[in-house]
Antibody
Framework: QVQLVESGGGVVQSGTSLRLSCAASGFTFSNHGIHWVRQAPGKGLEWVAVLYYDAITEYYADSVKGRFTISRDNSKNTVYLEMNSLRAEDTAVYYC????????????????WGQGTLVTVSS | IQVTQSPSSLSASVGDRVTITCRASQGMNSWLGWYQQKPEKAPKPLIYDTSKLESGVPSRFSGSRSGTDFTLTISSLQPEDFATYYCQQYSSYPPTFGGGTKVDIK
């Protein structure tokens, strides 16, 4: 079955960096775009970033552009989110999410979600 | 495209018919989905392309649209349906979510 397992969350100081990982299994990883979606405590959902199946095409929400970088290692079935210059407003549960589409541009419908990893940025 | 979800919360009883609406800020195609989220859990996809049920989702859930209004209906609320529901448009970039509707027990 499809599984996405995030790791790397924790408590960090404002202005510092953190790298999240997402290990995927149960599907052909290289066929799907992978997104990060976050949820601040008690708040709604916010799309953060995507890296297409081609491992080249990437897009970011304006709120993180220039600070966050998404990457993937198809040999390890893993996606990463490098987060720099962290701010208090980046505090959230970060979900790794699979794009529904196969070997094509991401369609931005999210059909499988990881359990999430909590990032807390203290000021 | 922004999606405005209403109501933000509602109280209902088991067996009730529940309706949640998302209004898009402009015209769009049918690329809208619905997710269910229970406390401390990841969102679970329910419906995609406005009205198509994900595998394993009970038939009491349904989706429809009228113009820029998209509706999630639960025909007979069950105890396991008490949760927060989110709509999400993927018709245009960037994808956006509604603010959520919390369904709790009356």
């Amino acid at each position: 079955q499809v599984q996405l397992v995030e790791s790397g969350g924790g408590v960090v100081q404002s202005g510092t960096s953190l790298r999240l990982s997402c290990a995927a299994s149960g599907f052909t990883f290289s066929n799907h775009g992978i997104h990060w979606v976050r949820q601040a405590p008690g708040k709604g959902l916010e799309w953060v970033a995507v890296l297409y199946y081609d491992a080249i095409t990437e897009y970011y929400a304006d709120s993180v552009k220039g600070r966050f970088t998404i990457s993937r290692d198809n040999s390890k079935n893993t996606v990463y989110l490098e987060m720099n210059s962290l701010r208090a407003e980046d505090t959230a549960v970060y979900y790794c999410v699979r794009d529904w589409n196969i070997r094509a541009s991401a369609i931005y419908y999210f059909d499988y979600w990881g359990q999430g990893t909590l990032v807390t940025v203290s000021s | 495209i922004q999606v405005t979800q209403s109501p933000s919360s509602l109280s209902a009883s088991v067996g009730d018919r529940v309706t949640i609406t998302c209004r898009a800020s402009q015209g769009m195609n049918s690329w809208l989905g619905w997710y269910q989220q229970k406390p401390e859990k990841a969102p679970k996809p329910l419906i995609y392309d406005t009205s198509k049920l994900e595998s394993g989702v009970p038939s009491r859930f349904s989706g429809s649209r009228s113009g820029t209004d998209f509706t999630l209906t639960i025909s007979s609320l069950q105890p396991e349906d008490f949760a927060t529901y989110y709509c999400q448009q993927y018709s245009s970039y960037p994808p956006t979510f509604g603010g959520g509707t919390k369904v709790d027990i009356k």
